[in-house]
């Protein structure tokens, strides 16, 4: 009853923040200047038309040659009014305006074709860089202040130092410049799941596992080398038990407790990370996507993908905490 209570308010108190933070984005995007250049197979008038239509401009004004000379900006907030009640009424999150490649294409559509390579590179970081992360947080702890001990510590703290980007270059530069064992950008087509589509991504992947397997290995570290000094570990040898036998039983299940929701919300970083990688190597992702909107100024897609990662992160924190309930049965949260 306790959970069901927290888990409700937690939901409530999300989608307060998730409008207060979507209603910043609509009024700071809709404050710009309307971005009306022409795309390739669109005229000037033609965007200012469907602005129009989209409720975000009125009144044009047309001269004897029958071009559009001057128009009105609808208030923000009948704007507003009239997005939400397409999203609400008609499931209508918007078109494509001024991005040549999605020029008249529904939001949802191209959000949904982009999807896929955006989770398969966070998932492919994630399925390397939990285990190396974890064994590496393992092994400096069961030699703690040992030299492989102060090894680990040093690529760890080099890893947490540097931005991912740096890592994504020199990786660009070595390792598909240089030693040319992958392809500067991901292969085009739909076949995600095929060798070469696979291998394209591995660039992309490495830039993202880097970081990840740094923090994996850190947290690792630091928790079990405190299980591992507890009291009931000393218990625990005495009954009998060896050293691996304790670790195994009861070291590495309290230590998980607060790793594995940081497992969680290291994914969702890396997602919301994965902008700028997206970029660079290419990936045709929903990050690359994005960036796309803010510097086309396309309200619908942005305020789309906006959400989109809003709703990420801010999911992120509701399913943090209750895992950590299902973890752990002692713990129970919303208990006084």
């Known amino acids: 009853m306790y959970m069901f209570k927290y888990i409700m308010k937690r939901i409530g108190l999300m989608i307060m923040c998730f409008v207060v933070i979507m209603l910043m984005c609509f009024v700071l995007i809709k404050l710009l200047p309307i971005n009306i250049q022409g795309a390739p197979g669109a005229t000037k008038d033609q965007l200012l038309f469907e602005m129009e239509n989209r409720h975000y401009i009125t009144n044009l004004q047309y001269n004897a040659d029958g071009h559009i000379v001057s128009y009105d900006t609808v208030p923000i907030m009948e704007q507003l009014g009239a997005y939400v009640t397409r999203i609400f009424k008609y499931g209508?999150?918007?078109?494509?305006?001024?991005?040549?490649?999605?020029?008249?294409?529904?939001?949802?559509?191209?959000?949904?074709?982009?999807?896929?390579?955006?989770?398969?590179?966070?998932?492919?970081?994630?399925?390397?860089?939990?285990?190396?992360?974890?064994?590496?947080?393992?092994?400096?702890?069961?030699?703690?202040?040992?030299?492989?001990?102060?090894?680990?510590?040093?690529?760890?703290?080099?890893?947490?130092?540097?931005?991912?980007?740096?890592?994504?270059?020199?990786?660009?530069?070595?390792f598909c410049f240089k030693l040319n064992w992958f392809p500067l950008r991901m292969e085009a087509g739909y076949d995600y799941f095929s060798w070469p589509m696979f291998k394209s991504m591995l660039p992309a992947v490495f830039s993202l596992c880097l970081g990840s397997i740094a923090g994996y290995a850190r947290y690792t570290r630091a928790e079990l080398t405190e299980v591992l000094t507890s009291e009931f570990m000393l218990l625990a040898r005495t009954k009998g038990l060896t050293k691996g036998q304790a670790t195994l039983r009861h070291a590495l299940r309290n230590s998980m407790v607060p790793i594995f929701p940081m497992i969680l919300s290291e994914f969702i970083a890396v997602l919301s990370g994965s902008l700028i990688i997206e970029q660079m190597f290419s990936i045709p992702g929903v990050g690359q996507l994005y960036l796309m909107s803010i510097n086309a100024q396309d309200y619908d897609f942005f305020m789309f993908l906006s959400g989109f990662y809003t709703l990420v992160g801010l999911g992120a924190g509701i399913i943090t905490d209750i895992s950590y309930g299902i973890i752990d049965p002692r713990i129970r949260m919303g208990a006084r």
């Open 92 to 174: 209508d999150f918007g078109l494509g305006m001024t991005m040549p490649a999605y020029r008249n294409r529904p939001v949802l559509e191209a959000f949904t074709t982009r999807l896929p390579p955006t989770i398969l590179i966070n998932i492919y970081s994630s399925l390397i860089g939990v285990p190396i992360g974890l064994a590496l947080g393992i092994y400096a702890a069961l030699h703690k202040n040992k030299w492989q001990d102060q090894v680990i510590n040093v690529i760890v703290i080099l890893l947490i130092s540097v931005p991912s980007i740096v890592y994504a270059l020199l990786i660009m530069y070595v």
